[in-house]
């Protein structure tokens, strides 16, 4: 496919401003020294130029995407109504607090759904995405510490199972990282954490359900090792969409959560669109919390910044009209109906495990959360066919392909996650075709390391990709 800068014809765009009838005026200032580079199209061909790119890519709308971890559910389109609101649309994150009643009773309630959710006691709507979220998480925690004179604890433990961002952001939020093994069953080892433990410790950052789709039955003797050596609990509330309704964070034993809007509460993603991750604390850290926390006295909504503030993440309120379809999500659930979703992401995780688990073992046995992680290790050494062999071919069958190679602790990994919103009839057809693609490893592994053959792209050099990316395009002078 051509790009929008190859289809440009000089003199072809349209000029939708008419032509000069005043006297034109040269500004007196610097100019550009090359020229814009703008693509020149007509209307049609740029609609055809993106409804084509459109075309290229997988998702939920098109298909199946079981991409683990990553929570890829349909979204209702009712939320994208209630965001697109001009009430919610045409407002200025400037406009008094007396003018924006309405905007502020809905952050003041996403806010509050989410803490009774999360057993939180405040919350802040203000980072962008997971990864942000910890970031800010991570902060609380350094404050805490900091606050009462407590400067050597300088260290986050981390698991081997976690979630790369994990230690990405304890590193950036100043700290060094510990990692602590995980057992043969998939659980964090107590013994090796113990080990790890000291009054050098800030605090552990744990998602359960982890990432090999367990939730870890120590989790309250985990958060007490913690706790005991003075360090603080970071709950990673990307896997909610397993427990949310069912079992809290904050009884649990953690202080700071941070929640992955666009996974759990219905906000599209996946390089479409802006993410949100507020983060949750216990009371004891409400005071280090980021921007301006909404209140609310007598019915009305105000704006306050809590006393020893870690400053702002972000601008205003973050991606606000995220926060009204996670709220118009929460509410068109309702209290049984989000306990409802986890059950059926765990049943329906468990239904493809199960259909599959003769073909693929998974990691570890047993019931899994609402994801599971299946192994290509044996099929790799049997008929040489690979987790990016399977995944490749599973693009001709028009399936997004699960996650790869991660969680690091598990070889030749395959994480699938199909979430509640698929129906019995696409986990058989795509336990069929699964089945399939290992009868076509046996018999015909040579077809599954062409594959894809229907793809736009079949197999980029993705060490090339990774290593020196091309990010824009270079223009003849
Ligand atoms: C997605 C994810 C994150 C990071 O969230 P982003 O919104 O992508 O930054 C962190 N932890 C886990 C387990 C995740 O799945």
Redesign the pocket.
């Known amino acids: 496919m051509k790009l929008i800068f190859e289809r440009s014809i000089p003199g072809h765009g349209q000029t939708l401003l008419p032509h000069c009838d005043v006297p034109e005026i040269t500004l007196d200032a610097p100019g550009r020294e090359t020229p814009l580079h703008l693509a020149e199209l007509s209307e049609n061909d740029l609609s055809r130029h993106f409804t084509e790119l459109s075309k290229q890519v997988h998702g939920v709308n098109c298909g199946f995407y079981p991409l683990g ?2 929570t890829m559910k349909y979204s209702p389109k009712l939320d994208e109504d209630m965001a697109a609101l001009p009430g919610f649309t045409d407002i200025h994150p400037l406009q008094p607090a007396h003018t924006a009643q309405g905007c502020l009773h809905v952050l003041h309630e996403a806010a509050q759904q989410l803490c009774v959710i999360t057993g939180m006691d405040e919350m802040t709507m203000q980072p962008a ?4 979220g910890e970031f800010t998480g991570l902060l609380l925690i350094k404050s805490y510490h900091r606050s009462r004179g407590d400067d050597k604890r300088t260290k986050i433990i981390v698991p081997d199972s976690a ?1 790369g ?1 994990n230690p990405a952001s304890a590193s950036m939020a100043g700290f060094t990282i510990v990692n602590v093994p995980s057992r043969a069953d998939g659980c964090v080892d107590l013994e090796k954490l113990k080990a790890a433990v000291g009054d050098d410790t800030a605090g552990l950052m744990l ?1 359960n359900p982890n ?1 090999v789709g367990l939730f870890d039955k120590n989790i309250l003797e985990i958060t007490k090792i913690i706790h005991d050596a003075g360090g603080l609990n970071y709950y ?1 509330g ?2 909610l969409n397993a427990v949310m309704g069912i079992v809290r964070p904050g009884d649990m034993g953690f202080d700071v959560v941070h929640v ?1 809007l ?2 759990t509460f219905a906000t599209p993603h996946g390089g479409g669109g802006p ?1 949100s ?1 507020p983060v949750g604390c216990k009371a004891f850290l409400a005071d280090f919390l980021p921007g301006q926390v909404v209140r609310c006295a007598d019915g009305v909504y105000t704006l306050s910044t809590p006393e020893k503030s870690i400053g702002c993440v972000r601008g205003f309120h973050g991606n606000f009209l995220v926060a009204v379809k996670a709220l118009t999500y929460l509410m068109m659930l309702g209290r049984e109906g989000v306990p409802e979703a986890a059950r059926n992401a765990v049943l329906n995780a468990n239904y493809l495990m199960h259909r599959i688990k003769g073909s693929y073992p998974p990691a570890v046995d047993g019931i899994c959360m609402h994801e599971f992680v299946a192994s290509m290790d044996k099929a790799k050494h049997e008929f040489g066919v690979s987790a990016t062999d399977v995944a490749k071919a599973m693009l001709d069958y028009g399936i997004h392909p699960p996650t790869m190679y991660f969680p690091l602790i598990v070889h030749e990994a395959l994480m699938f996650e199909p979430t509640e919103t698929e129906s019995k009839a696409t986990l058989d057809e795509t336990a069929d075709i699964l089945l399939e693609i290992m009868e076509r490893a046996k018999s015909d592994p040579d077809s599954l390391h062409a594959a894809p053959l229907t793809a736009p792209i079949g197999r980029p050099d993705e060490v090339t990709a990774a290593r020196q990316p091309v990010t824009r395009y270079v223009f003849e002078q």
């Open positions: 971890s990553c995405a997971g990864a942000h979630h961002t998602t990432t990673d990307a896997n992955n666009h996974k993410g991750g």
